[in-house]
């Protein structure tokens, strides 16, 4: 970890005000507070409250907390597959094929919405909110599994601009962007 410490280090100048890639200093912080916690912190005077818990930690816990939930729902589609068809599968290959259904689903909910959410980093011009592992975490659970692709790809691209963007981003939007996303 030292080594790509030392590398984000020495890459940083190129991202700061008069550097070569100055316009894409958000994109690079986004990257470097996704692997590092950066070192702001509240001013020592004022009534602010203090504490190494930020919105990157709370967005992890609750990704990982729905861990056990996505593993449970591929099982699931492996299970309901296989009872649909009338035959009996071990644990394995139920999960097999509950995995191959959703892993898609994930992949493509990320790379939309993390994409959608990156244009406004690079247009809004700071860094990157986490609110969005969440949502990328969410869509897959409660869209239907043989929804197509491209249909993920839109509704999380909407849902990303319209449900949350518009309102000012994570914390602000007015609506859930996953739930909006199945409603598209």
């Known amino acids: 970890m030292k080594a790509l410490r030392n590398f984000i280090d020495n890459i940083k100048p190129n991202f700061e005000k008069g550097g070569r890639y100055e316009k894409w200093m958000p994109i690079f912080e986004s990257f470097e507070t996704f ?3 950066l070192g702001d912190t509240t001013p ?7 504490d190494a818990v930020d919105l990157k930690r ?3 816990v609750v990704v990982i907390s729905l861990i056990p939930a996505l593993l449970f729902g591929m099982w699931n589609v492996g299970a309901q597959h ?5 035959e009996n599968a071990d644990f394995w290959t139920t999960f097999g094929f509950g995995f191959i259904k959703v892993l898609p689903l994930i992949l493509v909910s990320y790379i939309a919405g993390l994409g959608t959410e990156f244009v406004f980093v690079y247009i ?4 990157i909110e986490e609110g969005f592992l969440v949502s990328g975490m969410l869509i897959p659970l409660i869209v239907p599994v043989d929804v197509p692709l491209w249909m993920v ?3 999380t691209i909407f849902a990303v601009i319209f449900g949350k963007e518009v309102f000012g981003g994570t914390g602000m939007n007015v609506v859930n962007p996953a739930l909006l996303t199945r409603a598209f």
């Open 82 to 86: 296989y009872a649909s068809i009338g």
């Open 124 to 127: 809004k011009g700071h860094e």
């Open 35 to 37: 692997l590092y916690v």
């Open 58 to 60: 709370v967005m992890s």
């Open 153 to 155: 790809a839109v509704a």
């Open 44 to 50: 020592k005077k004022g009534a602010h409250i203090r």
